[in-house]
């Protein structure tokens, strides 16, 4: 069989360890899901249950360990944001999956960002719309190489941060989560049968902020290594 336009390549993250690439299928996102974070965004951080918006899989931009993205300031926003987070990448699919049984999905886990516009995010919100002007952008994931979960030790209870130009604006630990990674993937089963190649970024903690031209971003997550992003014209 022949298409009428060549079709695309998937996006291949790198892997520790490996000369392989790990494919992206699809990009769900997890909001809120830092009591912080989500009193930071004007809510009330109880335990509801979570909810989830889409990116899709080519505005994830993978970066080569110990290398710096150069990452281009989107145009139509004034208010571009960093969201550090922990990646989980799903390895074996199912539906309807226990909490219990979860994490036997989930192939390796790995530094990310959910880059915003967040003038627009909230631009759309306020006039209850979706969010994709604001999240779901080209290059809006920029994504470490993944580890598989076979090599991490305890990322349930890493500590996680993000610096711009040294200072410190993000520091948490990922046992903050108001839903763990587990709970996350049993939800998300629930209403989309999830595959190999997915990936579910998790939420961020508190101390969002925006970075302009020149900026320069490093984040990390024990044991998961660290993310390098400078932020270009």
């Known amino acids: 069989m022949s298409y009428v336009i ?23 996102c997890v909001g809120r899901n830092y009591a912080a974070h989500a009193r930071e965004m004007g809510f009330d951080p109880d335990r509801e249950p979570p909810f989830f918006f889409c990116k899709p899989a080519d505005a994830i931009v993978p970066v080569a360990e110990g290398n710096t993205l150069e990452l281009a300031y989107p145009g139509e926003t004034a208010n571009y944001h960093y969201e550090i987070e922990l990646v989980a990448a799903i390895g074996k699919g199912g539906a309807n999956i226990s909490a219990e049984q979860a994490l036997e999905h989930v192939w390796g886990y790995a530094v990310g960002l959910d880059m915003t516009r967040r003038d627009l995010q909230m631009k759309m919100r306020e006039a209850g719309r979706p969010w994709e002007l604001g999240k779901a952008f080209d290059q809006s994931g ?13 990322v349930h209870h890493a500590n996680i941060w993000l610096k711009v130009n040294d200072q410190t604006k993000q520091e948490s630990n990922v046992d903050k989560l108001i839903w763990s990674v587990a709970e996350t993937i049993a939800y998300l089963s629930r209403y989309f ?33 660290t993310l390098q992003v400078k932020v270009t014209s």
């Open 6 to 28: 060549t079709p695309q390549s998937p996006v291949g993250i790198p892997v520790v360890g490996s000369q392989d690439l790990f494919p992206v299928r699809r990009v769900y």
């Open 142 to 154: 920029p994504i470490a190489p993944l580890y598989p979960a076979s090599q991490v030790d305890d």
């Open 193 to 225: 049968r999830l595959e190999a190649g997915d990936l579910i970024y998790t939420g961020t903690p508190e101390g969002v902020g925006p970075v302009v031209t020149g900026d320069l971003m490093q984040g990390g997550i024990d044991g998961l290594g």
